[in-house]
């Protein structure tokens, strides 16, 4: 049996996002080994695994679970966990790395090179649509590969901005990697993979993204950066979400400023009287890791500055209709929606302890919580802990 099958098991009870597997390979010697074959007698004597767990954990087996890392190899994937020499190096210093990474395409050396996030709006700006691909562009130039997500807007902006510069890309998904979801992307995703680049995915089978499945995925893009880079983000909206994640994993935060007074940058501005640093350019962020790495790429001064490159580039066409391409999926359920208000009290409860009370997945859990922040009836604090405001 491989051992990558124990992972895909234990993910598969235990839920993407869920910090339970890394934690119970910490917690016994033998590692997640150990844990199954402890079987029910040891899993029941655990008092953080839920009932709805332990009949995950006894309801697919460990030969289900290396059927399907045999079909992932069959079609090309990278099955990769955190036994593996492969596995991405920053995702161990998370509170909840994942269990297993399905990969297609070349992944960079995230120990040796300082690998950047770019996030920001999906109906983006000309200007912020520029500012993405200059970024993108400059970042790659100097070595560092680009992660972002495979939304239109920002995330492309800046995948095609680093392509340009033939730099590593890497776009993480909220979708298994053979979906077809978001068609009209489909194209940028091929040119990850063929000019060097990698998808990165959670899912074995996850046809469209589920509810809560954007923030699932969105932790691991800043988890597997050294710095994210926040480009037109209002003041309510996914993208400062990326915020919290980064300083959960103590990320650096850097936010390009946008035009002054835009209503569309109300969210920046605000970071940025937090203590974002404000950048306008790659050499802006590149110039906070010169003196922790010196990596393959990486010019002297650290990159040449590109101002005016992108002047005569022709932008898009902006879109008259909106695009409803990656919306994230409806609003949470009513009735567990209010079993968690019910769980929530003035004192911050951490997300394992949100788990245990009201019996619901980590990645539904983090949907319903974001829902509810943006609502203003929640708020959070670093850590993943979430109190009713």
Same mark, same amino acid.
């Given at each position: 049996m491989d051992d990558r099958a124990y992972w895909i098991w234990l993910q598969q009870a235990f839920g993407e996002g869920s910090p339970w597997p890394w934690h119970l390979y910490n917690r016994f010697s033998g590692g997640v080994q150990e844990f199954y074959q402890g079987g029910p007698r040891l899993w029941n004597s655990l008092a953080f695994i839920t009932d709805q767990q332990a009949e995950a954990?006894? @309801?697919?087996?460990?030969?289900?679970? =290396?059927?399907?890392?045999?079909y992932a190899q069959r079609v090309g994937w990278q099955v990769i966990t955190p036994e593996c020499e492969k596995y991405p190096g920053p995702l161990r210093n998370i509170s909840d790395p994942p269990a297993v990474l399905y990969v297609k395409g070349t992944l960079p050396n995230f120990d040796g090179q300082p690998s950047i996030a770019v996030a920001g709006a999906r109906k983006a700006l000309e200007v912020s649509?520029?500012? *993405?691909?200059?970024?993108?562009?400059q970042l790659a130039a100097g070595g560092a590969p680009v992660v972002s997500g495979g939304a239109v807007g920002i995330d492309s902006a800046a995948l095609?901005?680093?392509?340009? *510069?033939? @730099?590593?890309?890497?776009?993480?998904?909220?979708?298994?990697?053979?979906?077809?979801?978001l068609g009209k992307n489909a194209s940028l995703r091929r040119r990850v993979?063929?000019? @060097? @680049?990698?998808?990165?995915?959670?899912?074995?089978? =996850?046809r469209n993204p589920a509810m809560g499945g954007f923030q699932v995925r969105n932790r691991l893009i800043t988890g597997l950066s050294c710095g994210v880079v926040l480009i037109q983000c209002k003041e309510k909206s996914g993208t400062m979400i990326y915020a919290r994640h980064a300083l959960d994993q103590n990320r650096d935060v850097f936010v390009y400023p946008g035009p002054p007074g835009a209503p569309e940058y109300a969210g920046s501005q605000a970071l940025l009287q937090d203590g974002a640093k404000a950048v306008t350019c790659g050499e802006d962020v590149l110039e906070e890791y010169v003196l922790r790495f010196s990596w393959p790429g990486r010019a002297e001064p650290i990159l040449p500055v590109y101002e005016g490159l992108f002047d005569n580039?022709?932008?898009?066409?902006?879109?008259?209709?909106?695009?409803?391409? /990656?919306?994230?999926?409806?609003?949470?359920?009513? *009735?567990?929606?209010?079993?968690?208000?019910? *769980?929530?009290?003035?004192?911050l409860?951490? /997300?394992?302890?949100?788990?245990?009370?009201?019996?619901?997945?980590?990645?539904? /859990?983090l949907g319903m919580l974001t829902e509810l922040e943006l609502d203003g009836q929640v708020v959070s604090a670093p850590g993943k802990r979430y109190r009713r405001v």
């Open positions: 954990l006894y @309801g697919f087996s460990l030969e289900e679970a =290396q059927a399907r890392l045999e649509l520029a500012a *993405a691909e200059k970024i993108g562009y095609s901005g680093a392509m340009s *510069a033939l @730099g590593c890309a890497v776009s993480v998904l909220p979708v298994d990697l053979g979906s077809p979801y993979c063929e000019r @060097g @680049g990698a998808l990165i995915s959670e899912y074995f089978m =996850q580039i022709p932008l898009p066409p902006k879109k008259k209709e909106p695009v409803g391409a /990656l919306a994230d999926p409806g609003q949470p359920d009513s *009735a567990p929606c209010q079993r968690l208000l019910e *769980a929530l009290g003035t004192e409860l951490p /997300l394992g302890e949100l788990e245990q009370r009201t019996g619901l997945p980590v990645s539904k /859990l």
